[in-house]
């Protein structure tokens, strides 16, 4: 069954059981289904009734069940959730993802649910949170499969079993010895294929590939993506083995360098959550730095014109021409860069009016800021009147370039073509267009305006 | 052993065994360590250098190491070992690993080779042959585990035990009636767990989430991220269990796809290959068609210009002012594209001066090739000296702009920053400073030399 069946099939059943208040029901959906799958149903709703539906299941699925949220949505969820139902499920949740939760709570929170969970949770849960972001520690988990060397292979299969139900994958398992240092490496499927009588030691892989647990993020993740591992053992600076990270996390870790370097690219501080999921003021801001930044660039630009072509009568157009186009082309370029990867990550899903009366407001707010610096600048350079032209082409520009840069690739995914064909050059070849026409028809319209009064 | 310490403890070792042609320490080598570790040293060699290692390797080793190449250097490697020993190799190689091999290899010797494969192999090798590019077909393995629902966890561990061997991963085990359809799905580590008297399908999971064989690849590895799947079955239209993708298959197409968008962005058509490893013309071919639309994009905004402000006397310069930054930014932008994903995939280690060389030859011919179509443009609109001004900065602006595009992210690299902060705005601002001073200094000179003769 293909995943998006679920969808249809159960989402009005559920809210049927919502509103009959049908506990069993509820619980019986939690619990059937991949927690995957149940996590994605869920995140179509609204938190409250999200929680409505998993507070029925038993706490060890609710922390299967969490990790699979979007982290803005587990932070919005646990703010519903009580400090004691909430300290059941920090506990039930793997090592890696539950510091992943912490770490964007707010600390105040975390203070008051760390003092519910079991101590021996607790104090591994502190060890994580002190690593510093985006270090291997960091990503790591401490429930990591591990034998000593000396035992047979009959005893390492049963010692496994024991270990298996807490552990985050055991077909990775390294063997160690009393001082935790790591000796080797076996993987299942070389266990079950061994005679039961061999001791470990013997075909275990000695040289193992490793991290520190100081290494940078995006190095593990390229580690285990050059040697196609499932996992990658974390050692401390006396070999000892700490935390091994797993493959799903250093996927998670290469998209999210993706997106920085594509954000970055198209000049927007990144984002720490998605496009979508990014409030307001804190998306205008993550632009408008760079904007800015920009602005003053191309007024050097401005200058640098001056200098070559004093611009005396009509010809002042010319000084602030680079700078009005510059502006539109980069506002789009930062719309059309930040839906295109929402695109790919497939986070914009049907929001398209959504996201066009989002982007007319930033394009507004950023647009006016702009104008005002711009207006300064230029008032400097070429005095008041001519200066009104250039801050309102700004600001029809920096408006009207924000909102078509984020239209236009939704528009050619609608065609289904690929959004990315709006490169950022396109978006700025077609603002420049535009921006000339604005540019002299509010030069035009301005005079006449002057001339009349 | 962080890997990186393999490198610098192993390669004089190696050369002293090729020079003194030492069959048995160069097996030994290649079998004692990680196939991942032996073909990231081996890469860092001529491949003529590279195949005298691998050569006394058996076929089984050969095989497992081979994938690991980049895929351009497997397409140099193939060339150079005969026939037989290639069809050895290629028998050895998993499924989806040997196919991505022979579509990217001459079909005149996929034709010679095929016919030395061993005849199961070869029907395997054709059938996914024909599935589409970027299907899931195209990037799945058969080489799964299966077993009938209908038997105990103890007969299913022997013949795990017995199918280990040749199976891609064994890690996930998919249930399966006479008619391959796909019943049910079980983890290893469940099976462990399990009773030994236990049925298979009393344990095993329904309603498995599955992929078609003609979804998009993109779609797979969205799914596999998704539920942090080790793989993904995929079925035919009756859902009958054609072959798997895993994990690391599913994290490849995310990086292909993260490249393929960053590409785009920057206006460059998408490399099939990395960008140290694309030929000269190729690269300057994908890199040239966006240039030579975004030029006639440019030339529009001429003519709007032009509408506006008829641009007689001095003024004819404004009109072109647009395009010819417009050209030095959009050059910039793609080198800066290219060389910040290629050092997000660690490509570029240490190949300054070879990059720097590179894109001024680059620079120069796309120049060119954008100089004189500037030609045309300006010279039907304002006659033959202004126009030689105009082309003569577009080429010099092109060259510079695509030098300083690669140099840049590479020197904030050298600083200790992230080169992904020079950005396609930034990098068309800082080209936009200069290409002010290069098109009024152009056409002053030219004008002097006018006078003058």
Redesign the interface.
Known sequence: ???SIFHSLLEPDIVQMIQGNDELGLREFCTA??P??VA?ILEDMEPEEAWKVLKHAPASTQGEIFP?FDISFQVKLVELVGDKPLSRIIEEMSGDDRVDLLERMDPDHVETVLRLVAQAERSDIRKLLSYPEYSAGSIMTTEYASLPADISVKEA?ER??VQ??SRET??YIYITDEGRHLLGFLS??KL??AKPTTRLEEIM?R??????VDDDQEHVA??I????F?AIPVVDNQNRLVGIVT??D???V??E??T???H????VQPLEDGYVATPFFELAWKRGV?LV??LF??S??AK??QY??PGDGG?W??LF??MV??SG??AG?QS??LV??AL?L?ETDGRVSWIAWREIRIGALLGAILALISFIVAYLMIGIQASMVVTLTVFLVVTVGTLSGAMLPLGLKRLGM?P??M????I???S??LG??IY?STASATVQLFTTA
Chains 1, 2 share one sequence.
């Open positions: 069954m293909t995943s289904l991949y995957g799958v994605e699979f299969l496994l079993r298996a139900p055991i077909y299942l499927r079950i294929l892989q040289d193992v590939i490793c991290v520190r390229n580690e993506a050059r040697y196609d499932i493959h799903d250093a996927a998670d290469m998209q360098e993706a920085e370097d594509a970055l690219l198209g000049a760079w930044i920009l660039a191309a050097m630009t640098v014109l070559f072509d010809t157009m010319v021409l680079p186009l510059a082309g980069n370029s059309a860069t295109i990867r790919a497939h690929d990315a064909f490169s950022n050059p396109l700025a070849a077609l420049d267009m000339v026409v002299y």
